[in-house]
T-cell receptor, first 112, second 109 residues
C-alpha cells in the first residue's frame, strides 16, 4: 500500500471554528490533492499542490485554504467551518497527472 | 456539466454473473482510472490505462480513445465484489482528475 495517512480520521466540530486536516505521504510524490465526497456528487477537487509551496484551486475551493511547506505534508484548513462543509475528505497523491493516484483512508468531518 | 459520466448508477447481480460498468468522458485525457471503494472504506486504484485493455484476475478494463469510452468488466462476480466503482480521468491540460459519481454494485449470493 502507498504510504499516505490522513489525520484525524473522524472529527466533529462546531460551526465557526477553524479546522485543519493533515495528509502525510512517505512516497515523495510531487502531486497532492484534497477532495470532498458527497452523495450524488462524487469526488470534487478542493485544492491541489504540484510542489512545495505550489498550490492551486479546484472546483470547490471557497471556504478552504491549503499549505504545503514540506513535500510530505499537505494541510487543508477550514477557516470557519460551516454545516455545508460536513463531508468525507480524501487526500490523494500521484507522481504526475498521468500516473496512478493513491488515496488516503478519508476523514469524516461533521460540522454541527 | 459532468466531464465523466458512468452507467448504471446502481447495479444488482447474482453471484457468478458477468458485469459491465460503462464510463464516458468529454475531455482530453492522458489516462483513465478505475477505482474501487468499499462501504466505509478507502479508495483503491484498480486500473490505469491510456489505450487498449488491461486484465487483473477477474477484472478487465478497456478503453476506446476515439469514442471516449471505457468499460470495466467483472467475470464470475462474487459478493466480495460489492463496492462502488468510480471512473476518473487525468486531464491532459491542467493538473487534476475528473471523477464520475460512481456505480454502486451489489452481488447477491
Amino acid at each position: 500500500d502507498a504510504g499516505i495517512t490522513q489525520s484525524p480520521r473522524h472529527k466533529v466540530t462546531e460551526t465557526g471554528t477553524p479546522v485543519t486536516l493533515r495528509c502525510h505521504q512517505t512516497e515523495n510524490h510531487r502531486y497532492m490533492y484534497w477532495y470532498r465526497q458527497d452523495p450524488g456528487h462524487g469526488l470534487r477537487l478542493i485544492h491541489y499542490s504540484y510542489g512545495v509551496k505550489d498550490t492551486d484551486k479546484g472546483e470547490v475551493s471557497d471556504g478552504y485554504s491549503v499549505s504545503r511547506s514540506k513535500t510530505e505534508d499537505f494541510l487543508l484548513t477550514l477557516e470557519s467551518a460551516t454545516s455545508s462543509q460536513t463531508s468525507v475528505y480524501f487526500c490523494a497523491i500521484s507522481e504526475s497527472r498521468a500516473t496512478e493516484a493513491f488515496f488516503g483512508q478519508g476523514t469524516r468531518l461533521t460540522v454541527v | 456539466k459532468n466531464e465523466v459520466e458512468q452507467s448504471p448508477q446502481n447495479l444488482t447481480a447474482q453471484e457468478g454473473e458477468f458485469i459491465t460498468i460503462n464510463c464516458s468522458y468529454s475531455v482530453g485525457i492522458s489516462a483513465l482510472h478505475w477505482l474501487q471503494q468499499h462501504p466505509g472504506g478507502g479508495i483503491v486504484s484498480l486500473f490505469m490505462l491510456s489505450s487498449g485493455k488491461k486484465k487483473h484476475g477477474r477484472l478487465i478494463a478497456t478503453i476506446n480513445i476515439q469514442e471516449k469510452h471505457s468499460s470495466l468488466h467483472i467475470t464470475a462476480s462474487h459478493p466480495r465484489d460489492s463496492a462502488v466503482y468510480i471512473c476518473a480521468v487525468s486531464s491532459n491540460t491542467g493538473n487534476q482528475f475528473y471523477f464520475g459519481t460512481g456505480t454502486s454494485l451489489t452481488v447477491i449470493p
